[in-house]
């Protein structure tokens, strides 16, 4: 593969990162990707979202290649609407993992991800549903571990997201992965899970190695991604913890992150 850039792939969160706060994609980025396509760069999104949370942004893009869902579970065929490979979480595991952390800070607010192209969102009582996406609400917890699932949302009343993290890691961090992907959205994912996990498959699919990898990203569990990544970016108002590891800040999401940088390298 041949490419004016120095990367072959160009791997990008959704929210806070490629879309804007209204889910679009501004038409300076939708350009600077379409280049360095051109170039000869394959772009690749990564999203804590499932597939049936993404794919509507996915066809509004005119996106055709792969995307990784789910926090690195799903790695999906946008062209083809088809699932290629899925990781669900041992559902035993993550009812050990619940109740490790409730008897610390007492009844969590939960949701859960079914797994599948067309997998629910279900929502419990109290849990605060982050944006507009469709989510379905259950009563019985019963309903919850009915099916396959990729990941539980957990919330907590009165801890913080990243206190809320820290004590699901050092409780029940031997069952699940545990991740921060959002504003009031902290993830129970299968053990050892991570964006990383699903982009190294999607990029042995597409023959590119992580050393041809430049990554954008905004939260914590955008970190593995980085640390596979040559290169991690990371946008203006990200997470202190990913700033950290960044090889560099760029703007925010708002105002062109992931054009600035493509802008520079194609020049």
Known sequence: MTTGLSYKLIATDLD????????????????????????????????????????HILDDLGYQGLAVCGQGAQVYDAGAHRLLTSVTLDRQLAGVALAKIEAEVGPLYLAASRDGLDGEVLVGPGYAVQG?????????????????????????????????????????????????????????????????????????????????????????????????????????????????VADEVTSSNEEDGIAVVLERLLS
């Open 16 to 55: 806070g990162t490629l879309l804007r706060s209204d889910e679009s994609v501004s038409r300076r980025t939708r350009d600077a990707l379409v280049a360095a396509t051109a170039a000869g760069a394959a772009h690749i999104v990564v999203t804590g979202r499932a597939v049936p949370w993404t794919r």
């Open 132 to 244: 507009t996406l469709p989510a379905k609400p259950f009563a019985d917890a019963s309903d919850l571990w009915s099916a396959p699932l990729n990941k539980l949302y957990i919330q907590h009343p009165t801890l913080s997201d990243d206190e809320l993290c820290e004590v699901a890691r050092r409780t029940a961090g031997g069952f699940v992965s545990v991740v921060m992907a959002g504003e009031g959205i902290v993830e129970l994912l299968p053990l050892g899970l991570s964006k990383a996990t699903g982009l190294s498959l999607a990029a042995r699919r597409l023959k590119v190695k992580a050393a041809d990898t430049i990554a954008f990203g905004d939260m914590p569990n955008d970190i593995p991604m980085f640390a596979w990544s040559s290169y991690g970016v990371a946008m203006a108002d990200a997470h202190e913890e990913l700033k950290a």
